[in-house]
């Protein structure tokens, strides 16, 4: 069973493409976020001058996600957002279009924290896939108690849940949540919303691939297979496989027959990973079939209204 969480927003100028903030109910952290426009803004608020973590974004119309992203911390993050406005001829970045700000609102977040909260952050950024980083490598953190580990580790769970209300995905994971013996991840995993499997065949090209919704967003699982090349008409989709085999999420398999995930690949609907998968426009809601039992994803997901009309 899911458990409810309450996100706070407050629009701070009352529009909701300006400076906005984030709270969750009993937790200590404080998102802030302002488009690069409301930069002053930004920093003349108190959290700017508190030490934090800080997230620039951008477009990047190449990459799969479409978003560049560059992850800093700072004692004073106001500073370091001042650095990163300048042109890139002076030593900032000209990218970014939002930045996000990440405290501690009873302000105990210390340099060591925001180091280590850096080096997990670009390192979940990097697994997650959503977006192109520009920074180099993850750093260092600095060496932490047990004790403290945790709370950062908490810390996190809670960014994962509020940024994506935000809109923005950079940490949501596109795998299955399963239970961690990792002592660097001390605190039980929060339970994704997981469909059964859905899976497609294509008989005449030997071709099975396995999809689940997770979070509500149409994941096609790694390993699962696809046509080697596109064989439709020319299209957005078959503009989408290019981008999946540029950037190594599509491979050949060893006989050159067929193309492999070598990822969980999320996709915007069942039917553009559908396409993806035969190659050629299809209709995702007929294609993808729970594995089990055969019923049809658009048959499933009418499950639950057929249900409730019929308890009425």
Do not use: C
Not at 257 to 278: C, E, G, M, T
Request: proline share 5%.
């Amino acid at each position: 069973m899911s458990i409810g969480k309450s996100v706070r927003l407050f629009l701070a100028d009352g529009t909701p493409g300006g400076l906005l903030t984030a709270e969750i109910m009993n937790w200590t952290g404080h998102v802030v976020a302002a488009p690069r426009s409301d930069l002053g803004a930004l920093l003349k608020r108190p959290e700017a001058s508190r030490t934090g973590i800080y997230i620039l974004l951008g477009d990047d119309p190449d990459s799969m996600g479409g978003s560049l992203a560059y992850i800093g911390e700072g004692d004073d993050v106001s500073r370091r957002l001042y650095q990163h406005s300048r042109p890139e001829e002076q030593g900032g970045k000209d990218f970014w279009e939002r930045a996000i700000i990440l405290t501690s609102k009873d302000a105990n977040l210390t340099k060591a924290h925001a180091r280590y909260l850096e080096s997990r952050l670009i390192t979940l950024a990097q697994q997650a896939n959503r977006a192109r980083l520009t920074n180099g490598t993850a750093p260092v953190p600095l060496p932490l108690p047990e004790a403290d580990i945790s709370d950062m580790e908490y810390f996190i769970a809670q960014v994962k849940i509020a940024l994506p209300v935000l809109g923005v995905n950079l940490f949501r994971n596109t795998t299955v949540t399963t239970a961690s013996s990792n002592a660097a991840d001390p605190l039980p995993p929060v339970q994704s919303l997981v469909s059964p499997l859905f899976e497609m065949r294509l008989a005449r090209h030997g071709i099975v691939a396995t999809a689940q919704e997770v979070d509500g967003e149409f994941t096609v699982l790694k390993a699962s297979l696809a046509r080697a090349s596109w064989v439709g008409v020319e299209d957005g989709y078959g503009r989408l496989r290019d981008k999946l085999v540029q950037d190594g999420t599509l491979v050949p398999t060893q006989d050159g027959k067929l193309a492999v995930f070598a990822r969980d690949q999320v996709f915007a609907s069942p039917s553009a990973a559908s396409a993806i998968v035969s190659g050629r426009n299809s209709n995702g809601r007929m294609e993808w079939k729970v594995q089990s039992t055969g019923l049809t994803y658009g048959a499933w997901q009418n499950q639950e209204i057929e249900l409730t009309r019929g308890a009425k």
